[in-house]
């Protein structure tokens, strides 16, 4: 599976944005997907996952609460909702994919190349 993310952007603090994420390749509702992010000199951190049919999802406590993670499998793309944003969600954002394991685990085997979004105080 091929991945392209998109939307982001610079934001004033308070903000919001969403980021979406569309797949090519093989079919995309039979991978779970999910969300990264990896801020200048810090390691990259997971932020969000969703299952096959959008029926789980899962956050990082960093986020939750202020992010929604969901998927449109007619579309084959995967969507970041994000408000309330903070400076320190300033990162670039990555969408994952993996077509086997629980929605709470972090082992992706697919990446797309990242978004920046840029959160000003």
């Known amino acids: 599976v091929q991945l392209q993310a998109s939307g982001g952007g610079l934001v004033q603090a308070g903000g919001s944005l969403r980021l979406s994420c569309a797949a090519s390749?093989?079919?995309?509702?039979?991978?779970?997907m999910g969300w990264f992010r990896q801020a200048p000199e810090k390691e990259r951190e997971f932020v969000a996952a969703?299952?096959?049919?959008?029926?789980?999802?899962y956050y990082a406590d960093s986020v939750k609460g202020r992010s929604t993670i969901s998927r449109d499998n007619a579309k084959n793309t995967v969507y970041l909702q994000m408000i309330s944003l903070k400076p320190e969600d300033t990162a670039v954002y990555y969408c994952?994919?993996?077509?086997?394991?629980?929605?709470?685990?972090?082992?992706?085997?697919?990446w797309g190349q990242g978004t920046q979004v840029t959160v000003s105080s």
């Open positions: 994952a994919a993996k077509e086997y394991g629980l929605v709470t685990s972090y082992d992706f085997g697919y």
């Open positions: 969703i299952s096959r049919g959008g029926g789980s999802t």
């Open positions: 390749g093989r079919a995309f509702s039979s991978y779970t």
